[in-house]
């Protein structure tokens, strides 16, 4: 760990900390690829003191890549689902994020991974001068550390996803796609936030390990 992976961290921390506001909005963003799995035979329903049972082969449908954005405080979040995940599919979401999913407001703050795709220069290889720099100037990235990705809340909503509707089998787009707005609709109704408690503060006690010594440090 470096002086480096402290910097990211504690500014994501201080975003987390910050009160709720709706003008300046704080989205964590990530993205994961899931297996389209069909069955072969009709699986067998459950019954009383039976569970429900599938066959162990399955076919092979290739993958979906999934583009996760979630408002932790506001207990919102949308899931898009996209055969690939190249520079110009990740330009296309933040485009999605500041024209239809917060057009009134003036900036959106970002939180999102070391991705070689997350930079604005997506923009810039996807949309034209103009339209790059327009949706530039409505982004705000905030990078996690490299092997900090614990510190994306995203990561949080993907595991409840994977939970709720990503271990069964989506024999193709659609069906997968009807499982997580289903998954995605519902957290949405009741508005389910994520309660980050992990402090600047915290990080500098228990994670002191982390921290470059600069005891031996005078000044000049």
């Known amino acids: 760990m470096s002086a480096d992976f402290v910097a990211h961290m504690e500014d994501v921390l201080d975003l987390y900390a910050e009160p709720y506001d709706p003008a300046r909005p704080v989205v964590c963003f990530d993205e994961s690829s899931t297996q389209l799995l069909a069955e072969t035979k009709e699986p067998l ?3 009383p ?3 429900r049972r599938q066959d162990y082969e399955y076919v092979r449908g290739g993958t979906r890549n999934l583009f996760l954005a ?3 405080k506001a207990g ?4 898009a689902i996209t055969q690939r995940r190249t520079m110009q599919d990740f330009a296309h979401r933040m485009r999605w994020l500041v024209d ?3 057009p009134d407001v003036p900036v959106v703050r970002v939180i999102l991974d070391n991705l070689n795709t997350h930079r604005t220069a997506s923009l810039y290889e996807t949309f034209p ?6 949706i530039a100037q409505r982004l705000e990235f905030h990078h996690t550390p490299k092997h900090g990705s614990w510190l994306n809340m995203a990561e949080m909503e993907f595991s409840v996803l994977a939970r709720a509707c990503l271990r069964g089998r989506n024999g193709d787009e659609d069906s997968l796609g009807k499982a997580v707005n289903a998954n995605v609709s519902e957290r949405n109704a009741a508005a389910a936030p ?5 402090t600047t503060r915290e990080a500098r006690t228990k994670l002191r ?3 470059p010594d600069t005891t031996a440090l005078t000044e000049h």
């Open 45 to 47: 329903p459950a019954g």
């Open 49 to 51: 003191g039976r569970p």
């Open 70 to 72: 979630c408002e932790p």
């Open 76 to 79: 919102w979040r949308h899931v």
């Open 100 to 102: 239809q999913a917060y």
């Open 129 to 134: 001068p103009a339209e790059a720099r327009r």
């Open 194 to 198: 994520i309660n980050w408690r992990f």
């Open 209 to 211: 390990r982390l921290y």
